[in-house]
C-alpha cells in the first residue's frame, strides 16, 4: 500500500510521462477501486500492446467501471499491428468464458472478427503450430470454422492433432474434397480411430473408387467399434464374401491376435447364435484370460440362468479378471449358489482372489444364509491380516443391512450359526462379537 501511494505522489499533472509500465501495472491491483481505474485509463494513454495482459486481467474487475475501462482501453488498441499480441492472449480471452461475472462473449466475438481479417490472419495460421497447445487448438479451430486455409491441410492439420473438437469441425470438410485430394488423404482418414471419420470416407468411397471398398472394409470387421464392424461386414456382403468365415479362421488361426480372436467370439453369438456354443466352450479353455473371460461373457449372453456350470469353472479360474467377471454375469443372470455351493467353492480354492467373487454372490442369498457363508469361510484367514478384516467388515455390513430384516432362522441354523461364531471369537473383531452376541440372544427359540 505504501508503494501504491508513493506512485501517485509520483503521478503529478503529467502522469502518463511520469510512470513506467510496471508502475501502472502495481496500480492497477490496487484495492481502491477508483485507483485501479485511473490506472486502467492512464496505460489506455500509453497505447502499449504490452498492457494487454494487465487490460484483460481487469476485464473481470469487481467494479463495473473498472471492467468498462478496461473494456475501451482493449478496443483502442485493435489494430493491425498489435494482432500478435491479440493471438498469443487468445487461451487468455476465451478462458473469459468460464467467469460468471460478467458476459465476455461479445467481446470476444469482435476480437475473433478483428483476427479474421485479411491482414491479420497470418497471426492465426502460424500459430497452429505454437508450442503453447491451448493456443495451437483455438488457432486450429478458429482456421477450420473459417477456412482460412485449402481445405486439404485443414483436414490433414486436423486429423495431426488428434483433437477430437478439430476433428469434429474437419468432418463436414471431407465431402468438399476433390476426388484427387480425397485419394492422396485416404490413408490419413482410414487410419483415424474416430468412427465418424472412418464411415464418411467409407461413404465418399462408394462415389470415389468403389473398387477399395472391399479392401479397406475387410481390417473393419475386426474392429473394437460396433458400428464400424457392422459397415464392414455390410461391404463384404456386397462383395459376396462371408465374414462368418473369416471369423471362423480367426478362431482357427494360432497366428491370430488376441484382439481378433476376442472381436471373432463376440460376433460368433452375434452371427451365429447356438450354433457358436462349441467355439465358445473351447475357448473358456484359451490361454489367454482375456478370451477365457470374453467366452463367458457370450455363453451367459446365449444362456442367461443356464450358464450356470461354465460360470462355476470361471469362478475357479486361476485369474481374477475372469473370477470377477464370473461373479457379475452370475448375478447379472440371476444364477444362485446355494450357501453350501458357496462354501464348497471356497474349500475346493481357497485363495485371497475367490473371496471377493464369493462375498459378493453371498449377498444374494439372504440373511441368515450370508451369515453362514462368512463364518464358515473366516477361519480360512488365521494368517491374513487383510482377508480378516474383509470379513469382519462384510459381517458389520451384514448387521447393519441385513440383521434389520424380520426374517428368522430354524433352531438348527441358531445352533450352526452361534456354534460357528464361538469357534472363531478369536478371529471376529470385540465390536462384531458384540454384535453377533445380542442377535443371537434376542431369537426366538
Same mark, same amino acid.
Given at each position: ?7 501517485? /505522489?509520483?503521478?503529478?499533472? /503529467? ?16 484495492? %481502491? ?15 502499449? =500492446? ?24 482493449? +478496443? ?37 472478427? +478483428? ?22 487448438? *483455438? ?6 470454422? /473459417? ?54 470416407? *467409407? ?6 473408387? =468403389? @473398387? ?6 475387410? =481390417?473393419?470387421?475386426?474392429?473394437? !467399434? ?52 462349441? *467355439?465358445?466352450?473351447? /475357448? ?5 484370460? %482375456? ?22 469353472? @470361471?469362478?475357479?479360474?486361476?485369474? &481374477? ?12 443372470? @440371476? ?14 480354492? &481357497? ?17 441368515? =444364509? ?21 470379513? !469382519? ?7 447393519? &443391512?441385513?440383521?434389520?430384516? &424380520? ?39
Amino acid at each position: 500500500m505504501e508503494l501504491i501511494k508513493k506512485l501517485f /505522489h509520483k503521478m503529478g499533472k /503529467h502522469a502518463a510521462m511520469n510512470l513506467t509500465l510496471e508502475d501502472l501495472a502495481i496500480l492497477s491491483t490496487s484495492y %481502491n477501486g477508483y485507483e485501479r481505474e485511473k490506472a486502467i485509463a492512464l496505460l489506455d494513454e500509453l497505447k502499449d =500492446p504490452r498492457a494487454l495482459p494487465l487490460l484483460l486481467e481487469r476485464l473481470n474487475d469487481w467494479v463495473p467501471a473498472v471492467k468498462l475501462r478496461a473494456e475501451t482501453a482493449l +478496443f483502442s488498441l485493435l489494430v493491425s499491428s498489435n494482432a500478435a499480441y491479440y493471438v498469443r492472449l487468445l487461451p487468455d480471452f476465451f478462458h473469459l468464458k468460464k467467469r460468471r461475472r460478467y458476459d465476455h462473449n461479445l467481446l470476444i466475438e469482435k476480437i475473433i472478427i +478483428f483476427l479474421l481479417r485479411e491482414e491479420n490472419r497470418i497471426h492465426l495460421i502460424n500459430s497452429i503450430m505454437a508450442k503453447n497447445q491451448k493456443l495451437a487448438f *483455438i488457432a486450429l479451430r478458429l482456421c477450420l470454422q /473459417h477456412k482460412l486455409l485449402p481445405i486439404a491441410s485443414l483436414i490433414s492439420l486436423a486429423l495431426k492433432s488428434k483433437n477430437i473438437a478439430s476433428i469434429k469441425d474437419a468432418l463436414p470438410l471431407i465431402d468438399q474434397l476433390s476426388d484427387k485430394e480425397f485419394e492422396n488423404l485416404l490413408n490419413e482418414l482410414i487410419q483415424q480411430k474416430f468412427t465418424p471419420i472412418i464411415v464418411k470416407t *467409407i461413404r465418399r468411397l462408394e462415389s470415389v473408387s =468403389p @473398387g477399395m471398398i472391399t479392401e479397406i472394409a475387410a =481390417p473393419l470387421i475386426f474392429s473394437k !467399434n460396433q458400428e464400424l464392424r457392422k459397415l464392414g461386414r455390410l461391404h463384404l456382403a456386397l462383395a459376396d464374401i462371408d465374414a462368418v468365415i473369416i471369423y471362423g479362421n480367426a478362431l482357427v488361426d494360432p497366428k491370430s491376435s488376441l484382439s481378433k480372436v476376442n472381436i471373432a467370439l463376440i460376433e460368433s453369438v452375434e452371427l451365429l447364435k447356438l450354433d457358436a456354443m462349441n *467355439i465358445l466352450r473351447d /475357448h473358456t479353455k484359451h490361454h489367454s484370460a %482375456n478370451i477365457r473371460r470374453t467366452a463367458l461373457q457370450q455363453i451367459a449372453k446365449l444362456l442367461g440362468d443356464e450358464a450356470k456350470s461354465f460360470l462355476w469353472e @470361471g469362478l475357479l479360474d486361476e485369474y &481374477s479378471t475372469v473370477k470377477n467377471e464370473s461373479a457379475r454375469l452370475c448375478i447379472k443372470c @440371476g444364477v444362485n449358489f446355494t450357501p453350501k455351493e458357496l462354501i464348497g467353492l471356497y474349500e475346493q480354492q &481357497s485363495n485371497q482372489f475367490l473371496l471377493n467373487p464369493i462375498l459378493r454372490l453371498a449377498k444374494k442369498n439372504g440373511k441368515w =444364509p450370508r451369515l453362514s457363508v462368512l463364518l464358515h469361510i473366516l477361519p480360512k484367514f488365521p494368517g491374513n491380516p487383510e482377508g480378516l478384516k474383509q470379513i !469382519n467388515s462384510e459381517i458389520h455390513q451384514w448387521n447393519h &443391512s441385513y440383521n434389520a430384516g &424380520s426374517a428368522q432362522p430354524s433352531n438348527e441354523d441358531i445352533a450352526e450359526l452361534e456354534h460357528l461364531a464361538v469357534k472363531n471369537s478369536t478371529l471376529i473383531t470385540t465390536e462384531n462379537w458384540k454384535l453377533l452376541q445380542f442377535t443371537f440372544d434376542t431369537l426366538v427359540r
